[in-house]
């Protein structure tokens, strides 16, 4: 028997996009207030998550087409580079440093290299879940 | 004066999640217990909140979004896998 998914489809189509602004505003908010790398990236997966269970893979691979092993290796450089940066500037390793900018609409901004050794917490979080659920949601 | 009002109400939120938990437990067919659990879940997001104003804080506030999240997802999950038999379908169009 065919069975019609229209409900849960449309009403994945408006949540995912607030659980994914959800996930960015809890990335960020990660140095002043509870969240960071790591639940955001569990929220994203799980987003992403919810597309896979109203659609299919194959949809899901037209939509996004990420290859999730890479965006593993991507967090990984992108924390060791992070590290390996202040290595240039003769400080210890993962020495991280921070400075505030003007911006002309944002105003004060204060910028933080850990929020790029957070981002690949993200990239890799995102990547080892979803190649998970990919693997053994998969069956063939 | 609040703050017993506060507690009265998370005296019921408790009694009712006892309620659900028995309805998970002794529930006949597997949908009941979905549907329990689902409820355990959003119950769970109002014991938060009272707790959250209990304790006088704003840090649980993010908690609060993530159980509705979760529970969502969870209970689409368990009701696609009664449906069709399979979480994660290959092709849908086949």
């Known amino acids: 028997m065919k069975t019609n998914d229209l409900i849960l489809q449309t009403t994945t189509k408006v949540v995912v996009f607030i659980i994914l602004l959800f996930a960015v505003y809890i990335f960020f908010a990660g140095h002043y207030t509870p969240g960071g790398g790591f639940v955001g990236g569990l929220l994203t997966s799980g987003a992403i998550v919810l597309l896979l269970l109203a659609f299919d893979l194959k949809t899901l691979q037209n939509f996004l087409p990420f290859n999730y092993i890479y965006m593993i290796a991507i967090g990984l450089l992108f924390s060791i580079g992070t590290g390996a940066g202040s290595l240039l500037f003769n400080v210890p390793f993962l020495t991280h440093a921070f400075t505030h900018i003007d911006l002309p609409i944002l105003g004060d901004l204060s910028l933080h290299t850990a929020t790029l050794f957070d981002l690949g917490v993200f990239l890799v979080v995102v990547g080892v879940t979803m190649t998970i659920i990919q693997t053994i949601g998969g069956d063939e | 004066m609040f703050h017993t009002a506060i507690l009265i109400a998370i005296l019921f939120i408790a009694l009712a999640m006892l309620g659900f938990i028995y309805r998970a437990i002794i529930g006949p067919t597997i949908p009941d217990r ?61």
């Not at chain 2, 609060?64 to 379908?89: D, H, M, N, P």
């Open chain 2, 34 to 94: 979905v549907i329990a659990l689902d409820a355990l879940g959003i119950n769970l997001v109002a014991l938060t909140a009272l707790i959250s104003i209990v304790l006088d804080t704003n840090a649980f506030l993010d908690v609060i979004l993530l159980i509705g999240i979760l529970a969502f997802i969870g209970t689409v999950a368990f009701s696609k896998f009664l449906e069709k038999g399979e979480v994660i379908e290959n092709d849908r169009d086949r």
